[in-house]
């Protein structure tokens, strides 16, 4: 797990945030708060979104990348006289350790989803917060190409850079983001 005591390496000022604002009104490739549904969401519905993935970093860590070196962390018993449950009970433990580790550390974009799929998100915010995450992202680093995910995953970035921007991009949402409740598109 990665310490959250690192001071950010990137500031997100709100001349970023303008910028970003600038960015989003030149023509973003499709509308910045309507989700995949064709319903726009809040600022303040991506806001909370992406407060609660700063909470879910914060309390159950934040890595980079997840590792891809293939090797189990427990080893894979090779016995010809395992009965069929045995064998069963051990491939469940072996997935579960490798694929659903509790209180595992998350990537960004492994939190952002996380809580799109609970109470404080849905698919749209995460969605939009995407696009939001990717328009700051663009307006730091002054490439209209920049996304949000690559940028988090730079082998320097740090949990607190992550949290910078995840922060910046809240206070975007709130200051630039529709007001009122989610309603349905045109």
Do not use: C
């Amino acid at each position: 797990m990665t310490s959250t005591t690192t001071t950010p390496t990137a500031v997100f000022t709100d001349e970023t945030l303008s910028r970003a604002d600038k960015l989003a009104a030149e023509g973003f490739y499709q509308p910045v708060w309507l989700g995949p549904s064709g319903e726009e969401s809040s600022g303040e519905a991506v806001a909370r979104h992406l407060e609660a993935t700063i909470a879910l970093l914060d309390k159950d860590g934040w890595i980079r990348a997840y590792s891809t070196t293939g090797q189990p962390t427990s080893p894979i018993p090779d016995d010809d006289t395992m009965t069929v449950k045995a064998m069963v009970q051990t491939l469940l433990r072996l997935f579960r350790e490798e694929t659903v580790p509790a209180g595992s550390a998350r990537t960004m974009p492994t939190a952002l989803r996380q809580v799109g799929e609970g109470e404080h998100g849905d698919t749209d915010t995460y969605a939009v917060a995407l696009r939001v995450l990717d328009l700051v992202v663009r307006a730091h680093t002054g490439f209209k190409e920049a996304q949000a995910i690559s940028w988090s995953e730079r082998n320097a970035r740090t949990h607190a850079d992550i949290t910078a921007l995840l922060t910046a991009g809240a206070r975007f949402a709130r200051a630039h983001g529709p007001a009122g409740q989610s309603t349905q598109a045109a």
